[in-house]
């Protein structure tokens, strides 16, 4: 199935624009703020919260940063004045990364900033390898400055992610957790499946022992087995953690975990550059080429059979 998942994943830049537009409709909340937020309400109205990313990781000038600042500034709005149960996900190469490290930091701290005015909360995403010292750095630098609304991810796959959760405890720290799915190279990467399940379990251990709170991001089912003993172990709350997933990804697996009483918040894509990212995210994680495949298979076959 895997060989499978990564064929299937070669072959979608050579899809048709408007096919992969309808696959990814389940997948991407729309082009605009108004198509995110109904998207948003529905979950919710399902017991289950989100968190709004604006897509834009590739621009090319700081101009086009300032355009993502704007839309966040939209969304903030939006989620106040709809009563939504959502925050939202920053991608750092959408605030400028890339173009300059003063730049990206002064469009983080006016997103933080207006999140902190509403009573909301910005988690910084974690990108490829390139990025984590600077995501990490930045992280601890609005800390400092006393903006403790903002959240980081770690990815289990990379080899120094156990050092990165110890450095960052003392911080009372807010991290999703989750296997991470860019290339890298194996001398600083896992790429035996276990191996990264074990990271992402032993990575789990130490921030829930050491009270951090984890938003466990996985569709494995195996990993949340293991989440749900440590969170027994630790005698956790429901209040003290939650599960994340993708939208559109395996939703039946997020609604046992509601029925079974936890809290889980759905990661809701919406944006003009809808069509770069679903290609991105479908060939860095083959598997959920796979499940789109198997998906829609699914249903054309329900429907030629109705």
Request: net charge negative; hydrophobic share 40%; charged share 30%.
């Amino acid at each position: 199935m895997a060989l499978l998942d990564r064929a299937i994943a070669r072959l979608l830049p050579a899809v048709p624009r408007p096919l992969v537009q309808r696959i990814s409709a389940r997948y991407i909340a729309g082009e605009t703020v108004a198509e995110a937020c109904r998207t948003v309400k529905a979950l919710n109205d399902e017991g289950q919260m989100a968190t709004i990313d604006v897509l834009g990781e590739e621009i090319a000038s700081r101009e086009e940063t300032l355009e993502i600042v704007r839309a966040y500034h939209d969304v903030f709005e939006a989620i106040e004045r709809e009563g939504l149960e959502s925050n939202v996900s920053v991608k750092l190469t959408g605030l400028g990364l890339k173009l300059g490290y003063e730049l990206c930091k002064a469009n983080l701290q006016t997103v933080v900033r207006h999140a902190a005015e509403s009573g909301n909360f910005v988690r910084i995403d974690m990108e490829d390898s390139s990025c984590t010292n600077d995501t990490l750095r930045l992280y601890r630098e609005l800390r400092a400055e006393g903006l403790d609304n903002i959240g980081v991810v770690l990815q289990a796959y990379l080899r120094r992610t156990i050092l990165d959760v110890r450095d960052l405890l003392p911080l009372g720290t807010n991290v999703r957790l989750c296997k991470g799915i860019y290339v890298e190279s194996p001398t600083i990467a896992y790429t035996e499946h276990q191996a990264v399940r074990d990271s992402f379990v032993e990575s789990l251990d130490e921030l829930l022992r050491n009270g951090a709170y984890v938003g466990i991001a996985t569709h494995d089912e195996w990993l949340i087995e293991r989440a749900l003993e440590l969170v027994e172990k630790h005698g956790l709350s429901k209040e003290q953690y939650e599960f994340q997933m993708l939208l559109g990804v395996r939703p039946q697996l997020g609604d046992r975990l509601v029925r079974d009483g936890h809290r889980l918040r759905i990661y809701v894509p919406f944006g003009e550059h809808w069509y770069g990212y679903s290609l991105r995210r479908l060939q860095e994680n083959p598997k959920i080429a796979g499940y789109i495949a198997a998906d829609t298979v699914g249903r054309v076959l329900r429907r030629d059979g109705a």
